[in-house]
């Protein structure tokens, strides 16, 4: 098989790529799961809908029901609420998704705009050759392609022997669980700052509940609540408790972790380019992660069409425009961090108002 760009990795980021090229040049959507599941970000902020208007995509999503997320809480920096209603946003109230059905429709959008979709495909290595590149598969089936982009996630290294570099600006990650809300829920987003980490809960779509604690993967504090269970030890914490409301906590389901570090890779190099977490990892706190993966997505594929119709100078505006995405995030981080005084002194808060977490 030869297409003229293959994109690896069929989340938001990879569907918007591909949507984006679909209707102009061949291109494959490669992704090692056949149907998207439930996985941890389930909001979207109202700016998101440019994007999905622009790749063909906002049809589909408006019939999906997802619910909107009005409200967003915090004890931050204070012991006392902080109320954000999103309705005093420009571009409006943004989403609680149900993340599985969002990114299944993403793959639909991308296949009806021509992206053919191949799944499911666990990619075991890249190689260049004199007009483009091979994939192979670990199943040991090959494609050729034109160009490539690595949409496959912060943990991919696809693209490490072809000159991508990546510098970590923190050790966040996260330990999660969902639980069974009694009745309707509230729709408000609710953040906490602790002494060694963060807490955040939102009720999902569908009658669930998440409950997470965010921390250094060094730092006790997270595995002492993932041993614990987040929602166990969350029922003990002022002011959380409250806003998780009626929960069944014996429908818990088995905690969970993840990375959630903030992150940032070379974004374009000699015939590939990197879209979404590949790219740039944002902190969850930003709320941002899906929008950002959308938006370099979208970004990645008009890039790349540039680049086959000749314009040899896409691969750096594209860089470039990744370069800013990065540094408006770095200046928001260091804001909403350096907002928190309460416990300078522990390891955790030390890190973020120092600059100390920065790994290079």
């Known amino acids: 098989m030869r297409f003229d760009v293959a994109v690896i990795g069929g989340g938001a980021a990879g569907c918007a ?3 984006t090229i679909a209707p102009s040049a061949s291109v494959v959507l490669i992704d090692r799961i056949a149907a998207p599941g439930w996985r941890i970000g389930e909001t ?16 589909r999503f408006t019939t999906a029901g997802h619910a909107e997320a009005p409200v967003k809480v915090s004890r931050w920096g204070s012991d006392e609420p902080v109320t954000i209603d999103a309705f005093r946003d420009p571009d409006g109230v943004g989403w609680r998704l149900g993340r599985a059905r969002f990114e299944a429709d993403l793959r639909a959008d991308a296949a009806a705009r021509g992206a053919v979709l191949l799944t499911p495909v ?14 192979t598969f670990g199943n040991g089936e090959t494609l050729e392609a034109r160009q490539i982009i690595d949409a496959s996630g912060r943990r991919s290294r696809l693209l490490h022997p072809f000159g991508q ?30 002494p060694d ?23 006790a504090a997270l595995r002492t609540i993932l041993r614990a269970g987040p929602v166990a030890v969350a029922q003990r ?32 190099g000699d015939g590939w380019l990197a879209a979404g977490d590949c790219a740039i990892s944002l902190d969850p706190l930003s709320s941002q992660g899906l929008l950002n993966a959308l938006v370099t997505g979208m970004e990645a594929g008009e890039c790349t069409l540039a680049l086959l119709a000749g314009n040899t100078m896409a691969i750096q505006l594209h860089a470039e425009r990744i370069g800013r995405i990065w540094r408006a995030y770095l200046a928001h981080y260091m804001t909403y961090y350096g907002m928190e005084r309460r416990w300078p002194d522990t390891p955790f808060w ?7 977490s920065f790994r290079p």
């Open 17 to 19: 790529a591909a949507a």
């Open 237 to 268: 914490v002022p002011g959380l408790v409250e806003a998780m409301g009626d929960i069944e906590p014996a429908s818990a389901l088995p905690p969970q972790s993840c990375a959630a570090h903030s992150s940032a890779a070379s974004a374009a």
């Open 197 to 219: 980490g963060w807490w955040y809960t939102a009720a999902l779509h569908d009658g669930w509940r998440i409950v997470a604690f965010h921390g250094d993967s060094d730092e």
């Open 44 to 59: 979207l902020p109202g700016a998101a809908r440019r994007v999905l208007v622009a790749i063909g995509g906002w049809e």
């Open 350 to 356: 030390h890190r973020r108002i120092s600059g100390a």
């Open 165 to 194: 570099r990546r510098v970590r600006m923190d050790r966040l990650a996260c330990v999660y669980q969902r639980v069974r809300q009694c009745g309707d829920g509230n729709p408000s987003t609710y953040t906490q700052a602790m």
């Open 122 to 135: 666990a990619v075991d290595r890249l190689q260049r050759t004199d007009v483009g590149w091979t994939v």
